[in-house]
């Protein structure tokens, strides 16, 4: 916890120190704190109705139990964002019972998601457990080479075709060789960006539908990655994602380096998918399995 402290420590400047410094200098609860604890939750990308739906239920419990001082109203504050957080807490388990688990990872360019993809592969290898990876980032001719490359240097075989070749056929051909060699994991990468927008939906889509010719199961999990610091795209990346494949998991990532880290509540108020690890820094460890109450510990020291 100590350690995601400091990783955490932009949005901790920016939420716990900011709601310290407030109730430092305020001793009397009035409207104007509320306010300003407003104002505190939108700057850190909280969103709109998850401040308002966690505010109206400190001042309920506030009410509910008589107090009126402002230790009463930090720890009312810290409940009610424990309570929402651990909406979205329930980590991902690899059921081993299907062989091999299926993993597509969607997100747009650039949130971090072929470094997602590196890291859990490493993790769950280091588990013990065998996996592959299916480069479908066919439209990024670069994003296959630092797959491949990358598998080679780790010892995970990547399944791969030629720049522009179909998305689903290299995944559907990947989940053949994934069964023939008895792999518990595989874990296929997407494009972030197509000609347009809604080529990228229909070809995920499709992935999809193909990856169910294989496996009626699969896919097992479908985590979308985004980027910790983008704000409101994040919620309307998610929505639109969602609506092309359904989405169970997700996973945010550069939280060590924004001071808007609040997204998750607000990720955890409009969706409640189940948020599964969060981004705190480059390497491999630094992709952590998320916990609800170490996550608001962190931030509200
Ligand atoms: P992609 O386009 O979504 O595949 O993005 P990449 O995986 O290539 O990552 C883009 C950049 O973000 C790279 O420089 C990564 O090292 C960096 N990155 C990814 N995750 C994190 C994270 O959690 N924290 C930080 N600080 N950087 C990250």
Redo the contacts with the bound molecule.
């Keep these: 916890t100590e350690q995601l402290n400091e990783k955490l420590g932009k949005t901790q400047a920016n939420f716990g120190q900011k709601m310290k410094q407030l109730f430092a200098l305020k001793k009397k609860i009035d409207e104007d704190l509320f306010e300003e604890l407003e104002t505190t939750l939108l700057m850190a990308d909280v969103g709109a109705a998850a401040t308002m739906d966690v505010l109206e239920k400190v001042r309920k419990s506030l009410k509910r139990r008589n107090l009126s001082d402002s230790d009463a109203v930090l720890a009312a504050l810290r409940e009610q964002l424990t309570n929402l957080a651990q909406v979205v807490e329930q980590p991902l388990v690899i059921d081993e019972a299907k062989k091999p688990f299926v993993i597509l990872v969607v997100?747009?360019?650039?949130?971090?998601?072929?470094?997602?993809?590196?890291?859990l592969a490493r993790q769950f290898k280091s588990q013990g457990k065998k996996v592959m990876l299916a480069a479908g980032?066919t439209f990024?001719a670069a994003?296959v080479e630092?797959l491949k490359t990358w598998g080679e240097r780790e010892g995970i075989p990547v399944m791969a075709q030629n720049t522009g070749a179909d998305a689903a056929s290299v995944i559907f051909d990947a989940m053949n060789s994934a069964t023939a060699r008895q792999m518990d994991v595989l874990i296929a990468?997407t494009a972030?960006r197509l000609h347009t927008q809604a080529n990228l939906m229909q070809e995920l889509e499709k992935i999809s539908r193909v990856i169910r010719k294989s496996d009626e199961s699969a896919p097992h999990e479908t985590l979308i990655?985004i980027?910790?610091g983008t704000g409101q795209n994040a919620i309307s990346q998610v929505r639109e994602f969602n609506n092309a494949n359904q989405l169970t998991g997700v996973v945010i990532?550069?939280?060590?380096?924004t001071p808007k880290g609040g997204v998750l509540f607000n990720l955890a108020q409009e969706f409640g998918i189940p948020v599964r690890y969060?981004?705190?820094?480059?390497k491999s460890s630094?992709?952590k399995p998320y916990r609800a109450a170490e996550f608001v510990d962190a931030i509200i020291e």
């Design positions: 997100g747009v360019n650039g949130v971090g998601k072929t470094t997602t993809i590196a890291k980032d990024r994003a630092q990468d972030g990655v980027d910790g990532t550069k939280l060590d380096g969060i981004g705190v820094g480059e630094d992709l």
